[in-house]
């Protein structure tokens, strides 16, 4: 056997080896959150219960899915949704304008103070995630309430199981106060509950295979520098399927996001659109839909009126807050604002001069440029935008690639500089030549 052959069968080997185990931790956790659900819409669709019932028995599940899934930490959540809402209470006696300027204020402060100073990292990153999508939830309910789209207050049940709510509590996704509301009210399932069931289990397993067995093993080390980065960035985007399959395994599994014919309405991610990405705007779009719809409701379109500009870089600035004092999200997600502010501009510019079909969301069917999509120049000039798209998603998603002990405790300054000085700092280059060309034009 020569050294081909046995590297060969070496990486066959690792690959199964890893599917195993993989496939195995993946039912683990899945069977939790099944559980946790399906009780949940059984006890609604069979049961008859009051508004009130419905809504504490949201809160109950959920606060025990909570507990057992990340133990004694669960008080910080549960600390954040009771005192959210007692100042809630307390600013509506005073005002009834800021409500969501101050809450948010407190919230993403709590959140920052507890990365920082109270708890350790290691803990943190684990209850990271669950704490942001509490402060998604509780800012919305401010903000609408400001906003006069409660006929009145929550009270602590609809309240506390609505942040709770074992459907998107522990991995999301972000849904509103009114389609939580909604979902409780609907008694409806048929075979097809199981069925989408059975769908979202397996597509997400599969993606969770993707990302730790059959990415790191179809690239070896030893290639170039920029495939490496495409393949570690690509085991990262994988799992980001993974959780957000999973989310939505979640939701349906609680009846949550079912039409009258039982289809899902749930859309978390498209992993099409950013494999094989049109521009960076759309994978920004696609990455997570309910959080882009989050910040542009509650964020953009707030900002809006100091500038476009102005309220990208303030709804990059609050989606890197809520992620934690993190110079590697922060740095990603900013980076992400600038090079897709950077792409919006240049593509519209070289559509309205060059009349080409090129912006970054695709054109109507009936637009007005003269080289429409499917013209040779317009598939040439999407193309180049589409490789350019690829070659940042690679330069900016290489840096999650990482050792477990240092994802547990957080990614540095270091880590983060290193990794985008290995690839030249090629995309900010790029982004910065980019800017240029769209002024000249």
Same mark, same amino acid.
């Given at each position: 056997?020569?050294?081909?052959?046995?590297?060969?069968?070496?990486?066959?080997?690792?690959?199964?080896?890893?599917?195993?185990?993989?496939?195995?931790?993946?039912?683990?956790?899945?069977?939790?959150?099944?559980?946790?659900?399906?009780?949940?819409?059984?006890?609604?669709?069979?049961?008859?219960?009051?508004?009130?019932?419905?809504?504490?028995?949201?809160?109950?599940?959920?606060?025990?899915?909570?507990?057992?899934?990340?133990?004694?930490?669960?008080?910080?959540?549960?600390?954040?949704?009771?005192?959210?809402?007692?100042?809630?209470?307390?600013?509506?006696?005073?005002t009834k304008k800021w409500r969501g300027l101050v809450v948010s204020m407190f919230v993403i402060s709590f959140l920052l103070l507890c990365e920082v100073h109270i708890l350790h990292p290691k803990l943190w990153q684990q209850i990271r995630g669950i704490q942001m999508i509490a402060a998604m939830k509780i800012i919305s309910v401010a903000i609408e309430l400001d906003r006069d789209l409660f006929k009145k207050m929550l009270n602590p049940v609809e309240?506390?199981?609505?942040?709770?709510?074992?459907?998107?509590?522990?991995?999301?996704?972000?849904?509103?106060?009114?389609?939580?509301?909604?979902?409780?009210?609907?008694?409806?399932?048929?075979?097809?509950?199981?069925?989408?069931?059975?769908?979202?289990? /397996?597509?997400?397993? *599969? $993606?969770?295979? =993707?990302?730790?067995?059959? %990415?790191?093993?179809? &690239?070896?080390?030893?290639? !170039?520098?920029?495939?490496?980065?495409?393949?570690?960035?690509?085991?990262?985007?994988?799992?980001?399927?993974?959780?957000?399959?999973?989310?939505?395994?979640?939701?349906?599994?609680?009846?949550?996001?079912?039409?009258?014919?039982?289809?899902?309405?749930?859309? /978390?991610?498209?992993? *099409? $659109?950013?494999? =094989?990405?049109?521009?960076? %705007?759309?994978?920004? &779009?696609?990455?997570?839909? !309910?959080?882009?719809?989050?910040?542009?409701?509650?964020?953009?379109?707030?900002?809006?009126?100091?500038?476009?500009?102005?309220?990208?870089?303030?709804?990059?600035?609050?989606?890197?807050?809520?992620?934690?004092?993190?110079?590697?999200?922060?740095?990603?997600?900013?980076?992400?604002?600038?090079f897709s502010y950077v792409e919006y501009n240049l593509r519209l510019k070289v559509a309205q001069t060059f009349e080409v079909c090129c912006l970054a969301n695709p054109c109507v069917k009936l637009c007005d440029h003269k080289h429409k999509k499917n013209s040779m120049i317009a598939i040439i000039t999407n193309t180049i935008f589409s490789v350019i798209t690829i070659i940042h998603l690679a330069y900016l998603g290489v840096m999650f690639e990482a050792?477990?002990?240092?994802?547990?405790?957080?990614?540095?300054?270091?880590?983060?500089?290193?990794?985008?000085?290995?690839?030249?700092?090629?995309?900010?280059?790029?982004?910065?030549?980019?800017?240029?060309?769209?002024?000249?034009?």
């Amino acid at each position: 056997m020569n050294e081909e052959e046995e590297y060969n069968e070496n990486a066959w080997t690792y690959m199964l080896l890893c599917v195993e185990p993989t496939v195995y931790e993946g039912f683990r956790f899945v069977r939790d959150l099944l559980f946790a659900n399906v009780a949940l819409r059984l006890m609604i669709q069979y049961i008859p219960l009051p508004h009130n019932l419905r809504h504490s028995l949201s809160l109950v599940i959920g606060s025990f899915l909570l507990y057992h899934c990340i133990g004694p930490p669960f008080i910080w959540t549960v600390g954040l949704t009771a005192s959210a809402y007692i100042l809630i209470i307390l600013l509506s006696f005073v005002t009834k304008k800021w409500r969501g300027l101050v809450v948010s204020m407190f919230v993403i402060s709590f959140l920052l103070l507890c990365e920082v100073h109270i708890l350790h990292p290691k803990l943190w990153q684990q209850i990271r995630g669950i704490q942001m999508i509490a402060a998604m939830k509780i800012i919305s309910v401010a903000i609408e309430l400001d906003r006069d789209l409660f006929k009145k207050m929550l009270n602590p049940v609809e309240f506390g199981g609505y942040l709770l709510c074992p459907a998107n509590s522990v991995i999301g996704p972000w849904i509103s106060f009114h389609h939580y509301n909604n979902y409780l009210e609907v008694k409806f399932l048929n075979k097809r509950w199981i069925k989408l069931i059975a769908v979202d289990l /397996v597509v997400s397993i *599969f $993606f969770l295979t =993707l990302s730790n067995c059959i %990415v790191p093993w179809y &690239i070896d080390d030893s290639l !170039p520098k920029w495939l490496i980065a495409y393949r570690d960035a690509q085991a990262f985007r994988m799992s980001h399927y993974f959780i957000s399959r999973m989310s939505m395994l979640s939701m349906t599994s609680a009846g949550f996001g079912l039409t009258n014919d039982c289809r899902s309405e749930v859309q /978390v991610t498209k992993p *099409f $659109f950013i494999e =094989l990405p049109r521009s960076l %705007v759309q994978v920004v &779009i696609y990455w997570n839909i !309910p959080m882009h719809q989050w910040l542009k409701q509650y964020v953009f379109k707030t900002c809006q009126p100091y500038g476009k500009f102005v309220a990208i870089f303030i709804t990059y600035a609050i989606s890197s807050l809520l992620h934690g004092w993190n110079f590697q999200f922060s740095a990603v997600l900013l980076s992400i604002g600038t090079f897709s502010y950077v792409e919006y501009n240049l593509r519209l510019k070289v559509a309205q001069t060059f009349e080409v079909c090129c912006l970054a969301n695709p054109c109507v069917k009936l637009c007005d440029h003269k080289h429409k999509k499917n013209s040779m120049i317009a598939i040439i000039t999407n193309t180049i935008f589409s490789v350019i798209t690829i070659i940042h998603l690679a330069y900016l998603g290489v840096m999650f690639e990482a050792s477990f002990s240092v994802q547990e405790s957080g990614y540095s300054y270091f880590h983060t500089i290193s990794k985008w000085e290995n690839l030249d700092y090629f995309s900010h280059i790029l982004a910065g030549f980019l800017y240029v060309v769209y002024i000249l034009i």
